[in-house]
């Protein structure tokens, strides 16, 4: 088993994770939280190509996360369902 | 017993809101049909979206409220929806929700519900359902979250008969309960004790639900808490506020704000855990959408396929547009000799058939013989945004965005620039960051507005008519480029900071309906063309006065009052291969509206856009056209951008920067492409 917690920013296309901690100042979590991206959410990577934002979803609904924003979020890579 | 139905004179409110791309803007042009108007509400410059219908007898009036994803205070868009329904407690508000991203979009529900509204959920887009093999128990639903649930397929008509009884009935019914989400034992305490302070002031507590009041203060909900600080014995309530969240966060690590959603979602989840059930792993829930996006958002497919989509807007704005530009104007040309006609058969010659005929008649048929081009152009922009389309382009331009230090949420109000940038600016309310917001909006007028077609649709096919297309393009291209570089100096040079936060949700593709897509283009095209209409009326007739002072002057000569301000003018564009009265004037009154630009010059060389044609071609070179061009793509937007800009930036200062740096970069470049252009001998 062993997971690692690791920046969102990192996964590949198609890994699942479930998201741990916001690094993050005050307004950061905000929008985010609004739309479904909270602690204990599972999401999974959908698109994540170097430079870019990255295209998420919590299983519903795709999400395009700005990449410095997803270096502040904090996620334990899980198994595919 | 009377035969005729009696109307009741008490009209009934109600609201409509929800997530964008619910659907929302569907099931509200479905009630309200043709009986809809849009304002604005009260002190923001949020748009205001109002209706009505009549049933069982009743004249009920919908308030579009708008789309959000939540309640706080966040934006103004956010506040507005939030007070409608707290101060102005609509008989009932119905919530559109899409049945295919249900989670997300009852986090706005259960903070209606919360507030003890009356509500009833629309479960739209429930024909989606199946293809995503989800199943939803409606009635389980309905029962776990206390309010009445329809399901509803907007696009289709289909449910709205049972909505809005539904919706009659619940608003008869009269209050209900809050609900009252669990937050859990360490918080719910801190909810009473706040909750019993907010019950120490009676009218409060009566006109809001003080629970709820507590939740907001708990989260730290700047508008509430402003609120609440003016009400006596409440001033010690932010003291309070701070000690609680230091107590909590300490015992969790995470901030209070962040700990309410994740708990609200905890809710949601068991909510939708014992009614939905799927069929699919995430893994098959690759749906058409994604296989779309695969090609779309690919790196290197992407931008070629938005260019080909850009050109293709544009091909269809000009080439579909083309047969009716052609009528229009030879309409106006019949209207005119005409009138003319009759009016001298009548009596009425000399200054008053003028004013007709060169100056009325004249000036707007220039203009509005553009109108097909421009309903067009928005045709294309709402059939682009209505798809999903837009969102894909926010993605892929974000990389760039970068570059300027804003992100793909700044592309969607530079896309709409395209077609006017009075909509496009106000489309940048959706931007958080103040900084971004900005940034936005002074490099907005780059892109240029479907106001200045007219001028280079004038110019490019009077001397490059074989290359019209790639010549206008080009400008276009221009002012992208240009509008890089300014985001790229403002940046530097004025503004440092943090790059802010890209979040923007990917709507599944949809085909839009032909009818919401025309009622959008027609939303845009006709304020477009009320804005047009008034003001140009009102400089055409003016430019007529001033072509005809000093009485007995010729008519539109160098001697005119209009004749002269532009040949005072006129030596500094000399540089720029255009430094003759005629344009120096039509430049002048550009400023008051672009369309204008080619009005003035027909009424100075006293002719139809027809004839203008010729006209342009013996007093100009085409490299002076293109600086010309060039000049009017870039300087001052118009009075009315100018006026929003003064609105979006409620400043000045701002106001005047846009003003004078566009005007020094017009005439930069203007003299630019022409001294090099005449270096290479292209004069």
Known sequence: MGS????????????????????????FCRR????????????????????????????????????????????????QQ | METAQVINNEEMVLALAGNPNSGKTTVFNSLTG???????????TVEKKEGRFVAEGKVVRVIDLPG??????????????????LFEKPDVVINIVDATNLERNLYLTVQLLEMGVNVVLALNMYDELQ???IKIDVTKLSELLGVPVVSTVATRNQGMKELVGRALQVAKAGNREPLKINYGKEIEPELVAIEQDILSVPELAARIDPRWLAVKVLEGDEGILEELEKYP????????????????????????ESLITELRYGFIGGVTKKSVKRSQTVEDRLSLSDKIDRVVTNRYLGIPIFLLAMWAAFQFTFKVGEPFVVGIEGF????????????????????LNSLIVDGIIGGLGAVLVFIPNIFLLFFAISLLEDSGYMARAAYIMDRFMHCLGLHGKSFIPLMIGFGCNVPAIMATRTLENKRDRLITILINPLMSCAARLPVYVLFAGAFFSAHQGLVIFSLYLLGLVLAILMGLVLKRFLFSGETSHFVMELPPYRIPTLKSTFIHMWERGSSFIRKAGTIIFIVVVLIWLLSNLPVGVEYASQESVLGRIGSFVAPVFGPAGFGNWEAATALIFGILAKEVVVGTLGVIYGAQEAGLTEVISQFWTPLSAYAFMVMTLIYIPCVAVIATIKRETNSWGWTFFAVGYSLVLGWLMAVLVYQVGSLFGFS
């Open chain 1, 4 to 27: 690692r917690v690791l920046p969102l920013g990192f996964l590949q296309a198609g890994q699942d994770a479930v998201i741990k901690k916001f690094n993050h100042g005050r307004g």
């Open chain 1, 32 to 79: 985010l939280t609004e739309m479904g991206f909270v602690r204990g959410a599972r999401v999974r990577v959908v698109k994540n190509d170097i430079g870019g934002p990255l295209i998420v979803t919590t299983g519903d609904g795709r999400l395009a996360i700005g990449r410095g924003m997803a270096m502040r979020i904090l996620v334990e890579e899980v198994e």
């Open chain 2, 34 to 44: 043709a009986h809809q108007h849009v304002g604005n509400w009260p002190g923001v």
């Open chain 2, 68 to 85: 959000t994803y939540s309640l706080g205070a966040y934006s103004e868009d956010e506040a507005v929806a939030r007070n409608y329904v």
């Open chain 2, 131 to 133: 293809t995503r093999q």
């Open chain 2, 233 to 256: 014995g409440l001033e010690h309530l932010l003291d309070k506020r701070h000690e609680i969240v230091n107590r909590l966060e300490n015992l969790w690590g995470e901030d209070v």
């Open chain 2, 332 to 351: 106006f040309e019949w209207f005119g000799a005409a009138t003319g006609t009759w009016m001298v058969n009548v009596g009425a010659y000399g200054l």
